[in-house]
């Protein structure tokens, strides 16, 4: 996609600049800003899944892309992270009022950045871009929130993002290093195994010396 940077003025570009860093240094609570030094208007960012739902445990990662006519019209918000919602295409684009017909200029980056956090918690099966979710969300929850929590443990645990900027230490949130997992008990049902079987030589000795 091709930079807006120089479609915007620069009075709106030093605000852009002023808000990012103010959301890099003070960002919302459980949300990441990481900016785009080459392009202004493309915000990479991550969402922590809020405790109490479907989502929570996972890390979103989506993406905000100021267009020319920014802060006149709003930005668009697009989910990078396969996420099962009612409110999110199969493009990743996110549906929200406050990304069409309720913008306005002076809402801000953080306050789009925290509707869509709350999109989370409350979807809005009325405004669905995935039908399937919505329809589910109305008339089978269970059936939702399970489809959700899946799509969550499979594209977006935090642990497996964290995974490469771990690999000089021991990963945490790898089996093998709590003494869990298949590997673990194997190599314990290995080590009880050898160990019986001294047991029954050291048994077999002590009779043999009777």
């Not at 979103?60 to 020319?68: A, E, S």
């Not at 809005?124 to 109305?138: C, I």
């Not at 499979?154 to 790898?174: E, G």
């Amino acid at each position: 996609m091709n930079s807006n940077v120089e479609n915007l003025p620069p009075h709106i570009i030093r605000l852009v600049y002023k808000e990012v860093s103010t959301l890099t240094s003070d960002p919302p609570e459980g949300i990441k800003i990481f900016p785009n030094e080459e392009d202004i208007t493309d915000l990479q960012v991550t969402i922590e899944g809020p405790e109490g739902t479907p989502y929570a445990g996972g890390l979103f990662r989506m993406k905000l892309i100021l267009g020319k006519d920014f802060p006149a019209a709003p930005p668009k918000g697009y989910f990078l992270t396969k996420i099962f919602h009612p409110n999110v295409g199969s493009n990743g684009e996110i549906c929200v009022n406050v990304l069409k017909k309720d913008w306005k200029a002076e809402l801000g980056i953080r306050h789009v950045l925290l509707t869509i956090k709350c999109l989370l918690i409350h979807p809005n099966p009325e405004s669905a871009l995935n039908e399937e979710a919505g329809r589910l969300l109305l008339e089978n929850y269970e059936e939702y929130a399970s489809r959700a929590r899946l799509l969550t443990e499979i594209h977006a645990q935090a642990c497996s993002l964290r995974a490469k900027d771990q690999a000089a230490t021991a990963d945490p949130c790898s089996s093998s290093a709590t003494g869990d997992g298949p590997m673990a008990k194997k190599h314990a049902g290995d080590r009880d195994k050898k160990l019986a079987a001294k047991k029954k030589t050291d048994k077999k000795r002590a009779l043999r010396r009777l």
